[in-house]
């Protein structure tokens, strides 16, 4: 799923109504520039009763004849919202960047960590169904591009089985597990009930009862806690979610959703601008 957008009709409407088909329709249908520049740029006195509903009749036989203005103004509107949600992401990402990259609260794997130039940091649920879709791809990357290394951040939004199994997987970094885990996890279907859990878990090889021991440590949950924070504070509102960064430039975008090609895009873009 994707961060939530909510637009209103009206007020768009209203925006192009004023910032767009006024001038246009007013303008289209006037002789004379000076009425031109006074609709556009109106004196401290305003329209008199008659310009008024001059203004009104044309604008009406605008859109009437031309309805497309409305869903163009529309279209831009929304556009606008997203190029400043966008903006307003990546300034937030970049204050708090060296902790969007880190693992400490996560796990991060990859071909050659050490000397990787882009971090993507997925944020995920074990019972999203995109998340799923998403893994063979990220289990892909770990292996096959120098390059790149992947955080893993658990963002469970799907009630406690979710927050067990993000526990769970956490818990299992300790055996050296966490990616055996991790990924049975994403291959499974249904619930995660803890029943589902430990035989995952028992079938990749972990010892259950140091498992079950280290899953209730508090940093264990402090570190769930720490990276549903961290995904709030940059928009993040839905898994998955991944943040693309060059590690050596300035290069930050969040990609919400599973979005493949831009997720593809977005990597080459920040190997691009790695210094």
């Known amino acids: 799923m994707t961060l939530n957008k909510h637009f209103g009709l009206g007020a768009a409407l209203i925006g192009a109504f004023l910032l767009g088909a006024i001038v246009v329709a007013y303008s289209s249908a006037s002789d004379d520039p000076a009425q031109v ?9 305003g329209f008199s009763q008659a310009e008024t509903e001059e203004i ?5 036989a605008y859109l009437m004849e031309n309805p497309e203005v409305i869903l163009e103004s529309v279209d831009l509107h929304r556009q606008r919202l997203a190029e400043a949600e966008a903006a307003a992401a990546r300034a937030a990402m970049a204050e708090v960047k060296a902790d969007i990259v880190s693992a400490v609260d996560g796990f991060e794997a990859g071909k050659d960590v050490g000397n990787a130039k882009v971090a993507v940091v997925e944020f995920f649920d074990y019972q999203c169904g ?11 990357m770990i292996s096959t591009d120098d390059d790149v290394k992947v955080v893993f951040r658990e963002l469970p939004i799907f009630g406690d089985d979710s927050e067990n199994a993000a526990a769970s997987a956490l818990a299992a970094r300790d055996q050296g597990k966490f990616l055996d885990l991790h990924f049975a996890f994403m291959e499974a279907s ?3 009930t803890a029943d589902r859990i430990a035989d995952i878990a028992n079938t ?9 021991d280290r899953r209730v440590e508090k940093d264990v949950s402090q570190s769930i806690a720490n990276t549903q924070a961290l995904a709030q504070a940059v928009g993040i509102e839905g898994t998955p979610a991944f943040v693309v960064a060059s590690l050596d430039g300035d290069y930050l975008e969040l990609i919400p959703g599973f979005r493949p090609d831009e997720l593809a895009a977005a990597i080459d873009a920040a190997k691009q601008a790695s210094n």
């Open 37 to 45: 520049n006074s609709a556009a740029t109106p004196s401290g006195e």
């Open 190 to 192: 249904g619930k995660l």
């Open 130 to 140: 995109f998340c799923k879709r998403a893994a063979p791809l990220i289990k892909d």
């Open 56 to 60: 009104r009749a044309l604008i009406g």
């Open 204 to 212: 990749v090889g972990v010892d259950i009862d140091t498992l079950e």
